[in-house]
């Protein structure tokens, strides 16, 4: 049974390039939600996506949108990169109860010069 | 808002020594609580989680954490540290009262290990 994965695993883009990035559940989840972890830092909420729909919005702006499939798989967009945008995008997924565990995948790390 | 402080940044201990690792959170209701722990370049595995009933969690790889409801804490602990333990490790709260279920974090405590 694979887990939660995610790709590419490393990216490089410049300030001002659009940059998508991809997650598949574990199986059986529903939900997936992605977290940005800047260096030295601990995770922060982005959103959350459940039956197609962002559920949850963390503190970010609209440059970061996203989506799910039908299979519950979930991209990543930002647009307009900022320098500031480097960072690990950690993608999790469960079900949507809340004491539900959230399994994380290995992440993508982002670079923008 | 619901917030989560480590209070210790960087922690140091020999091999087979105890360990504690602090935690406090803030929540206005009782809280969703979790331990994850992150290996250099991977993502993050959970260690434990407290919900409801017995305040002492045991969770993989023999840590085990203690929900203090009037300190608001949940200090993780291990009694024998071994080498491959060395990580940095989060404290989190769960936002159960968005009907969501994404986590809040503290900003980690890195353990270093030495022989």
């Known amino acids: 049974d694979a887990g939660v994965t995610q790709s590419p695993t490393h990216l490089i883009k410049t300030r001002g390039q659009q940059v998508t990035l991809r997650c598949s559940p574990k199986s059986g989840h529903d939900t997936v939600s992605w977290y940005q972890q800047a260096l030295g830092q601990g995770p922060q909420f982005i959103f959350q996506y459940y039956e197609e729909e962002e559920r949850q919005r963390g503190n970010f702006p609209d440059r970061f949108s996203g989506h799910q499939f039908p299979n519950y798989s979930s991209e990543l967009n930002v647009n307009a990169l900022l320098l500031g945008d480097s960072a690990l995008y950690l993608c999790?997924?469960?079900?949507?109860?809340?004491?539900?565990?959230?399994?994380f995948g290995p992440g993508t790390r982002l670079l923008v010069l | 808002a619901q917030s989560v402080t480590q209070p210790d940044i960087h922690i140091t201990v020999s091999e087979g020594a105890s360990l504690e690792l602090r935690c406090n959170y803030s929540y206005g209701a009782t809280p969703y609580l979790f331990w994850y722990v992150q290996s250099p370049g991977q993502g993050l595995q959970l260690l434990l989680k407290y919900f409801s009933g017995d305040t002492l969690v045991q969770g993989i790889k023999g840590f085990e954490a203690e929900f203090k409801r009037s300190q608001s804490s949940f200090n993780l602990r291990k009694p024998s540290v071994h080498w491959s333990d060395a990580a940095e490790y989060f404290c989190a709260v769960g936002a159960i009262r968005t009907g969501a279920n994404n986590l809040f974090f503290g900003t980690g405590t890195r353990l270093t290990v030495i022989p």
């Open positions: 999790a997924s469960s079900l949507i109860a809340p004491q539900e565990t959230q399994y």
